[in-house]
Nanobody
Framework: QVQLVESGGGLVQPGGSLRLSCVISGNLPKIYAMTWYRQPPGTEREFVAA?????????YYADSVKGRFTISRDNNKNTVFLQMDSLKPDDTAVYYC????????????????WGQGTQVTVSS
């Protein structure tokens, strides 16, 4: 069984920062990449960022967060991070960590393994 546990969400003012963490544990399959998705209120889940898990690091970002968010990993601790800076009210969402087993699972909200999510609220 695979477990993904997110943490680090909370309430922050516009322009502020948060750092999300996702710890992966259990009987892990081959990991192609770790990804972050988010689901704003009343909308569908959307891709935020991804980082390949082995070898040279490759990162991918949604246009809406490029230049503000940074994804990173610590393979020794089976942890992936999402540093979020210059936060905007539109970033308010539940943020989910997802384990992608293959490139085909990178940009889709189906498949892979998911955490339970952590709430991020950007408001003054």
């Amino acid at each position: 069984q695979v477990q993904l546990v997110e943490s680090g969400g909370g309430l922050v003012q516009p322009g502020g920062s948060l750092r999300l963490s996702c710890v992966i544990s259990g009987n892990l399959p081959k990991i192609y990449a770790m990804t972050w998705y988010r689901q704003p209120p009343g909308t569908e889940r959307e891709f935020v960022a991804a980082i390949t898990w082995t070898g040279d690091v490759s990162t991918y970002y949604a246009d809406s967060v490029k230049g503000r968010f940074t994804i990173s990993r610590d393979n020794n601790k089976n942890t992936v991070f999402l540093q979020m800076d210059s936060l905007k009210p539109d970033d308010t969402a539940v943020y989910y960590c997802k384990l992608a087993r293959a490139p085909s699972e990178l940009y889709t909200s189906v498949g892979g393994y998911w955490g339970q999510g952590t709430q991020v609220t950007v408001s003054s």
